[in-house]
């Protein structure tokens, strides 16, 4: 039976529940970034997939827990959740997700000992509601943690589980410098690549640059853009991207490499209070064919931020798993946790 967690309130835009109250819970939960205010606040206002409805669920008054849902098209911008072999799924199908695409570590953000099957039964229960009203056939938790306490949760109220994913991701606990992480790597080849990296990016002319993310990072954003496209999957940044990028700039560094006037390689981090997150990145592949491994150079300044503002965990996000791998960065398998109305 579901515990009784006070009221449910059902808002559709964030600002209906306002930054302390969402804050007040997701800070207390050590929620990462993709639930922060001003992260969800920006998705709203810019979204990265076409979203038919929003939806913030406030458990309590005050609130004991939140949670985002989206009403959006199981065509995910990735081709991921279209190929979870959703029974009776069309093209275009709507689903009741939770979260977006571009959030690779789903939770249901709870005050301390709050997160129960008990309370997962009633985000259920509520999430069910939401999408019967709206016609779907499904909603579903995307990206969680397959070993974690959310997913054994969901799997106690009984939704069915299907492996999606894997995001990868470092403990930096007690790491003083981006040296000690070269230092534990086991493989000498790798640890000289790391060290020798940005000697030999200065050697070929190129340069670091951290424009403010404020002003959108249009270079940075266009070479994203330009590199999910050649790899096929062009909609994951779309044209609103910039503008999340500038609304959300709070919780953004920008990392640029510049080489004979133009940017070869561009990151996108976030940052929440313990982890440090490479989320978007791009590369000109022309005007870095000569480089020997790219990811190091984006992977040292991204290890000297997360270090130096003591962030905990470094989180590499997902795809490209040899170079990951190669780096230490560990896996973690992400699942997803569905339900029918």
Known sequence: ?????????????????????????TDAAGAPVFYDYVFLRAYEAAPLQETSEFFYLKFGEPAVAVLPAYLQSSDDPL???????????????????THVAHCYDTCLPA????????????ACTVLAGLARQAGVKWFAFLNVDGSGALAAALTQVGLTKVP???????????LGSAEDFVAAIPSPKRRAILRQSRRLAGRAGMRYESPDPAAGAPAAVELCQRTTTRHGTAAYY????????????ELITVTEIWRDGR????????????RFH????????????????????????????????????????????????????????????????
């Open 1 to 25: 039976m579901a515990e009784n967690s006070g009221p449910i309130s059902i808002c559709h835009a964030i600002e209906e529940i306002g930054r302390a109250q969402w804050s007040a819970v």
């Open 164 to 174: 999606m994913n894997t995001r990868y991701r470092k403990d930096l606990s007690g």
């Open 79 to 97: 081709g991921i959740l279209s190929a979870l072999g959703l029974p009776g799924r069309k093209a275009g199908d709507p689903i009741l997700a």
């Open 238 to 249: 779309p044209g609103e991207f910039g503008e999340f990028v500038a609304m959300a700039a």
């Open 263 to 274: 940017v070869g390689l561009a990151s996108i981090s976030l940052r929440d209070a313990t």
């Open 111 to 122: 005050l301390p000992g709050r997160l129960t099957p008990g309370l997962a039964e009633r």
């Open 278 to 341: 490479m989320w978007a990145g791009g590369i000109d592949y022309e005007l870095m064919a000569g480089v020997r491994s790219a990811f190091p150079l984006l992977l040292l300044p991204a290890l000297d931020e997360a270090i130096a503002t003591r962030r905990a965990v470094l989180e590499g996000g997902r795809g490209n798993p040899a170079t990951k791998l190669k780096y230490r960065l560990n896996p973690v398998d992400l699942m997803a946790f569905v339900g029918t109305p």
